[in-house]
């Protein structure tokens, strides 16, 4: 089976932090540009960030951006997005996803999580 999973989730507190996990099974992801995702309760999806397959190169939604950092283990097929000083308003799903490229929305990514709730109380 191909698909990503994604982890890490929970409940915290505004200021607090938490490292998301994105976990490949069936393909390696360090052929793959990686996007992480999110969406917040009667908002549309929108792109948080992406790690690029060729050079290594990370990109960041102006919202998270100086707050959170994409990295790669290539060695545990996965991707992490960690993410510090969180605002209530990071309170969403995040999914990631992977065969698609960093210029894709989520539609155009070929493998795509089911999410992990992030909730950031104030």
């Known amino acids: 089976q191909v698909h990503v999973v994604e982890s890490g989730g929970g409940l915290v507190q505004a200021g607090g932090s938490l490292r998301l996990s994105c976990a490949a099974s069936?393909?390696?992801?360090?052929?793959?540009?990686i996007g992480w995702f999110r969406q917040a309760p009667g908002k549309e999806r929108e792109a948080v960030s992406c790690i690029s397959a060729s050079d290594g190169s990370t990109y960041y939604a102006d919202s998270v951006k100086g707050r959170s950092t994409i990295s790669r283990d290539n060695a545990k097929n996965t991707v992490y997005l960690q993410m510090n000083n969180l605002k209530p308003e990071d309170t969403a799903v995040y999914y990631c996803?992977?065969?698609?490229?960093?210029?894709?929305?989520?539609?155009?990514?070929?493998?795509r999580g089911q999410g992990t709730q992030v909730t950031v109380s104030s």
């Open positions: 996803a992977a065969g698609g490229s960093c210029w894709h929305g989520w539609e155009e990514y070929k493998y």
């Open positions: 069936g393909f390696a992801l360090d052929y793959y540009d």
